[in-house]
């Protein structure tokens, strides 16, 4: 009997917790029956138990929400919530995934533009080219004028530039007998020397 | 009426919502479960301030771990994990015991009751709230822990198992001993009336 107590002694709390196998409660409920040791323990369980959920647990919670919401707020924003926020935000605008992927486009778009080395060279060449082409049209409209003081100063400036060890002239003439292009690859330019118009 | 499987639903699209950012959702979740979270910390630590600190610092890290939390639990369960993890960090972090909440447990030892009686249940409720709550502060925040959230917030062997991440059988060998320390605790009061 005292063995069988101490066994069941183990089941008492589960018992009065429903956590036993249908068996196992039988089993504690044919022990109960004829021992009051075993019934005095599980009555205290019981009255502990029900104590427990008396005893005056309420915390104050005044302003928990405002304090925890506060303390969200001045988190960093994670960069996968930054980027789901701007996605979402253009997806709003295009049915289904659409808004992603013109998002995705853009962004594409704007760092082969921005970022790339190739494409800052793309975009200096185009630069380059039109304002040469905007020279020789303005060129072509102008009369040739060529003077003295304009090719004293050119084969001046040109000496200037050979004096330089990395400049590379590649070109120093023109249709125009007055007018002087040459590249400059140390500063990625295209020098176009012009006589004053006078 | 809320039917509690409305109650899960409206609860995934809370989460859901609280995921992509928004704090209102998260603002209801936190309303939800604030009591309860709380409790959970008190459990472990058995100090309001702290346990109030704690919860705040649970829903913290949830909203930052939101893209971490699978459906394979409830979001409760969850939250009472990650309350339960810090708060009893915390207790061996700080590695102190609370002093009795209020003036209770020192009056109230002051005054045993002088009546016979072979049992705590002949203790006044006043007298018995007292010794309970000393009674709850001699146990080690896990044994406190388990019966806590067994009696007072009502989980499961399951979910004490999977909120406090110790087997089933942890579970119950330390809700016996805690009772058993409880009830032995309280019987020297009746025993203390009686001599």
Same mark, same amino acid.
């Given at each position: 009997?005292?063995?069988? &107590?101490?066994? $069941?002694? +183990?089941? /008492?709390?589960? %018992?009065?917790?429903?956590?036993?196998?249908?068996? =196992?409660?039988?089993? *504690?409920?044919?022990?109960?029956?004829?021992?009051?040791?075993?019934?005095?323990?599980?009555?205290?369980?019981?009255?502990?138990?029900?104590?427990?959920? &008396?005893?005056? $647990?309420? +915390?104050? /919670?005044?302003? %928990?929400?405002?304090?925890?919401?506060?303390?969200? =707020?001045?988190?960093? *924003?994670?960069?996968?919530?930054?980027?789901?926020?701007?996605?979402?935000?253009?997806?709003?605008?295009?049915?289904?995934?659409?808004?992603?992927?013109?998002?995705?486009?853009?962004?594409?778009?704007?760092?082969?533009?921005?970022?790339?080395?190739?494409?800052?060279?793309?975009?200096?060449?185009?630069?380059?080219?039109?304002?040469?082409?905007?020279?020789?049209?303005?060129?072509?409209?102008?009369?040739?004028?060529?003077?003295?003081?304009?090719?004293?100063?050119?084969?001046?400036?040109?000496?200037?530039?050979?004096?330089?060890?990395?400049?590379?002239?590649?070109?120093?003439?023109?249709?125009?007998?007055?007018?002087?292009?040459?590249?400059?690859?140390?500063?990625?330019?295209?020098?176009?020397?012009?006589?004053?118009?006078? | 009426?809320?039917?509690?499987?409305?109650?899960?639903?409206?609860?995934?699209?809370?989460?859901?919502?609280?995921?992509?950012?928004?704090?209102?959702?998260?603002?209801?979740?936190?309303?939800?479960?604030?009591?309860?979270?709380?409790?959970?910390?008190?459990?472990?630590?058995?100090?309001?301030?702290?346990?109030?600190?704690?919860?705040?610092?649970?829903?913290?890290?949830?909203?930052?771990?939101?893209?971490?939390?699978?459906?394979?639990?409830?979001?409760?369960?969850?939250?009472?994990?990650?309350?339960?993890?810090?708060?009893?960090?915390?207790?061996?972090?700080?590695?102190?015991?609370?002093?009795?909440?209020?003036?209770?447990?020192?009056?109230?030892?002051?005054?045993?009751?002088?009546?016979?009686?072979?049992?705590?249940?002949?203790?006044?409720?006043?007298?018995?709230?007292?010794?309970?709550?000393?009674?709850?502060?001699?146990?080690?925040?896990?044994?406190?822990?388990?019966?806590?959230?067994?009696?007072?917030?009502?989980?499961?062997?399951?979910?004490?198992?999977?909120?406090?991440?110790?087997?089933?059988?942890?579970?119950?060998?330390?809700?016996?001993?805690?009772?058993?320390?409880?009830?032995?605790?309280?019987?020297?009061?009746?025993?203390?009336?009686?001599?």
């Amino acid at each position: 009997m005292m063995a069988e &107590t101490d066994h $069941l002694s +183990l089941m /008492l709390g589960p %018992f009065e917790d429903r956590e036993l196998e249908p068996h =196992e409660y039988q089993e *504690v409920a044919f022990h109960l029956a004829r021992c009051e040791q075993c019934t005095a323990e599980l009555a205290d369980y019981t009255q502990i138990g029900r104590e427990l959920r &008396t005893l005056n $647990l309420e +915390l104050p /919670l005044e302003g %928990f929400k405002e304090a925890v919401m506060q303390r969200i =707020e001045n988190l960093p *924003v994670p960069f996968t919530l930054r980027l789901r926020r701007m996605f979402g935000g253009i997806g709003e605008l295009f049915p289904s995934n659409l808004g992603i992927a013109v998002a995705s486009a853009v962004a594409a778009a704007i760092t082969v533009i921005l970022v790339t080395p190739y494409a800052q060279t793309v975009t200096n060449r185009s630069g380059t080219s039109h304002e040469i082409a905007r020279v020789e049209r303005d060129l072509a409209t102008a009369p040739a004028v060529t003077t003295q003081n304009a090719r004293t100063e050119l084969a001046r400036d040109v000496a200037q530039v050979e004096e330089e060890p990395q400049a590379v002239i590649s070109k120093l003439e023109s249709d125009i007998p007055s007018v002087a292009v040459w590249n400059e690859p140390r500063m990625d330019t295209t020098v176009i020397w012009l006589p004053d118009q006078q | 009426m809320r039917t509690p499987s409305r109650q899960a639903g409206d609860e995934a699209e809370l989460i859901d919502r609280a995921r992509k950012g928004d704090s209102e959702a998260f603002g209801v979740l936190v309303e939800r479960y604030q009591r309860r979270v709380a409790n959970v910390a008190f459990a472990v630590v058995h100090n309001q301030d702290d346990a109030i600190e704690l919860a705040q610092e649970t829903f913290v890290r949830a909203y930052e771990n939101l893209s971490k939390f699978e459906s394979r639990s409830s979001f409760s369960t969850w939250l009472y994990r990650i309350a339960a993890n810090l708060a009893i960090d915390f207790w061996r972090r700080e590695g102190r015991h609370v002093v009795l909440r209020g003036e209770d447990a020192e009056n109230e030892l002051q005054r045993l009751p002088t009546e016979k009686g072979d049992s705590f249940k002949a203790a006044s409720r006043k007298e018995l709230s007292g010794r309970l709550s000393q009674a709850l502060e001699e146990l080690t925040p896990e044994h406190r822990a388990v019966i806590l959230l067994r009696e007072v917030e009502g989980l499961s062997y399951d979910e004490i198992s999977e909120v406090l991440q110790c087997p089933r059988g942890t579970v119950m060998s330390r809700l016996h001993y805690a009772r058993n320390r409880m009830r032995g605790l309280l019987k020297d009061l009746g025993q203390d009336e009686g001599g």
